[in-house]
């Protein structure tokens, strides 16, 4: 019987390219970018990119994350009506936010950057502003299925930036080539897409099209804040206290780390919804399997990269950022747990069970902070690695105590005893640097998941 699974593979294939692509380009890059970028710029480029995309949940309020649950829900002809009102909503307040923060940009400068940088903090507005147009123009084609689409546009996006960006570092630009490349790729992306954003301004914003979409949005939007804080606040913090050049360090072996994160995403937008589509009894059923198949891959993309930095050490790790190896083994453990418990969550938005999430997070943000407040001062690096795990690790127990209201006890238990299993193996190498004899172990217990998950055939037909 031929496997009926092409409508799905393509999509997968397509997201994950799609989201692999924010990536997948700066994992093969981010070494030369390290090199010849001076230590300063790297942490200055590094945390740029962090305020942009705080910055852009911050100034979305929201509003994508509306229109990606809202607009599969409505007719054909008031799509553009929806992404219209988005549009003119996010460029009304990043012009609000631009005029009330261009009096302090000195301060903000000093406080979050540095004193006199070539380009200073009032430059952020608009990269946020191009950025969250391009947020809008991808969101509304992912929510419409259109993932060829958000393909090319990811694909036209990433590939623009990082031609231009090394052009400019070839050039010796330095931190001036990032802020070029990055607003001309979003420019680029916003033309050729140019007819849906000038049809937005040809419609009044409807009131009740924007509060349906700041109903939708805004939780999910101060779960998503919450959410980069945690990933963020140390990097503020190392900065605060160790300089602008070791959060470039951290930021190195940290951006690595979160490569793991990459499939757990874009596997719950492709397979979640089709598997909690059949009902929720039979996901429920096959929570622990699907749980299962998430740690396993989150644990096979962290071992590829432990035995790339291995072999190819010398390649991957520019002088300066040997710490870095540490880091992203440390954090990449981290990213283990918190891939199970962003399983969960895209389960419990499916089942409009947010708030909980929301001061789970609260709590752990608030711990990630007090203890990186403490430790950071005292122990460097390391001790931000390992607070952040401890964060996710906090999340995942919480999300799994709260889950014994809708599951039983046996699965949970086993969910969890398979997660720690895969995580197991990596211990090893803080005792032995060759990855070698545990990751024989993790390849036999691979083998033996694949063979025996009761969900992975199905998924795959889908």
Sequence with gaps: MKLKFSKSFRDLVNYLLAGGLARLLPFLLLPYIARILTP????LFSLYRLYIALGSV???????QGLFRLLPEVSENKRRKYLSSAVIFVVFVVIVFSIISWPWHDQLNKLLLKPDLPVPFFILPLLILVNGLSTLILTSFSAQQQSKRFLMGNLLVQVTFFLLFLAGLQAGWQLKSFFVSFLLANLLLLSVNGKLILFAFQFIPKLHILKQLLKTGLPLMFLLLLTYLLYQSDHYIIKFYLGVEQTGVYNYGYRFASMLLIFVVQSNNVWLPRVYARGEDFFKQHFSAYASLIALACAAILWFLVLLFHYFSGLLIPSGFEISKQILLIVG???IVYGQAQMIDAWLILKHKSRILVWISMIALILNISLNLYLIPRFGLPAAALVTSL?????????????KQVLNAKTLILSALKTVLYILPFFLLFFNDSPLFPGLIFFLMAILEIATNPLLKTIWQQ
Excluded: Q
């Design 58 to 64: 911050l100034l979305l309020f929201g509003v994508d």
């Design 40 to 43: 300063e710029n790297f942490g």
């Design 333 to 335: 453990l981290g990213y």
């Design 391 to 403: 964060s996710f690790l906090f999340i995942w127990l919480a999300i799994l105590i709260y889950l």
